[in-house]
């Protein structure tokens, strides 16, 4: 079981909004806790919380060049700014021409290149967990 707390990071111009990024700070540890005492009562059971906000929040967007974007803060799709999954396409909102530089594809979901990278830390720090 796995918990994605949403990018806090959006708006026009992408501005992350400290009190909401505090807060998911704040739900994430107490859900961690949680779960580590479902584990803890529950026999034969196996939560697992894995953390996808530190990959993203704080080392994909504070440090985009380390893992090669060049554009955080507008998805590849249309402008970038407003588009959202089905408005995203080649009639509508044609795609940037290349989303290897993009972390996100629309206004909130990442590129598959950082999909590839966030899931790549996953499976390195919860592989052993999930077996």
Request: aromatic content about 10%; glycine content about 6%.
């Amino acid at each position: 079981m796995s918990t994605i707390t949403k990018n806090q990071c959006r708006g026009i111009e992408r501005e992350c909004v400290t009190r909401y990024n505090q807060a998911a700070i704040v739900y994430n540890s107490e859900l961690s806790q949680e779960i580590q005492r479902l584990n803890n009562t529950l026999p034969g059971s196996k939560v697992v919380y894995i953390d996808m906000y530190t990959p993203i929040i704080v080392d994909m967007i504070q440090r985009p060049s380390a893992y090669g974007f060049e554009v955080i803060n507008r998805g590849c799709c249309g402008t970038g700014i407003y588009e959202v999954t089905l408005t995203c396409n080649r009639f509508t909102a044609p795609p940037c021409e290349d989303v290897s530089k993009f972390l996100f594809w629309d206004t909130y979901h990442p590129t598959e290149k950082a999909y590839n990278i966030l899931m790549g830390q996953v499976i390195q720090r919860y592989g052993p967990l999930l077996s």
